[in-house]
């Protein structure tokens, strides 16, 4: 029986490296302040796919989330559409008690074009539903290597770090969302890999309470 989530785990990451070697598509953004680590972007509404896992791991609630995902792609929805897959997969932290304070993980990828108005609707037992991603501010720093429970942890530190030494010092909000960890490369690149710890900010200071919103 100990083998079954080992087995589990080495398939997803397989599946996870075939899709991603392919993926072309990715949420557009505007980038509207730079520091020396980090960067200020502004997503404008989207509709992704989400998958919400009950695990303290982001690790495995990441692959988890994504096997779910990945048969969805692959065609188990009520329209049986094959939907390509985008990068990065984003892992965001549900509030709770656990590392970073998080109860859960909501493990999730942006909709091709195709699909943002329309999205097929998945199969019930895979307990996946749309997510309207409203327009939203985050703060943006990048790390390499792989991202870990230990990694997330650190990277998360230093980003509170610079935001509390920066001008952004109290714009960081409380949302259903707060953290979120983007990864774009997948399990099987072990050189140059490309992740990002995002946290929502308030940018109406800065670009006026009007465009902060559009």
């Given at each position: ?102 109860s859960a993980y909501a493990v999730r990828f942006y909709l ?60 960081t909000i409380d949302s259903e969302y707060s953290y979120s960890?983007?990864q774009y490369d997948p399990p099987f690149r072990f050189i ?23």
């Amino acid at each position: 029986m100990a083998r079954a989530p080992r087995l589990i785990i080495a398939v997803v990451t397989l599946l996870w490296l075939l899709v991603l070697c392919r993926s072309t598509e990715s949420p557009p953004y505007e980038v509207l302040h730079v520091e020396s680590d980090f960067e200020i972007r502004h997503y404008r509404n989207a509709t992704w796919m989400s998958a919400t896992v009950n695990d303290l791991s982001f690790q495995k609630a990441t692959l988890f989330g994504f096997h779910r995902l990945f048969q969805f792609i692959e065609g188990a929805n009520l329209n049986w559409s094959r939907v390509a897959m985008t990068s990065p997969v984003v892992t965001s932290l549900v509030p709770g008690a656990g590392p970073l304070h998080s109860s859960a993980y909501a493990v999730r990828f942006y909709l091709p074009a195709k699909f943002q108005d329309c999205p097929p609707t998945p199969l019930p037992e895979l307990n996946l539903e749309p997510f309207a991603w409203e327009s939203h501010y985050v703060a943006v720093r990048k790390f390499s290597g792989f991202a870990t429970d230990d990694s997330v942890l650190k990277e998360a530190a230093r980003l509170a770090t610079s935001l509390s030494l920066s001008p952004w010092a109290n714009s960081t909000i409380d949302s259903e969302y707060s953290y979120s960890i983007a990864q774009y490369d997948p399990p099987f690149r072990f050189i140059g890999r490309v992740n990002e710890l995002w946290v929502d900010v308030d940018a109406s200071v800065f670009v006026g309470p009007g465009k902060a919103t559009a």
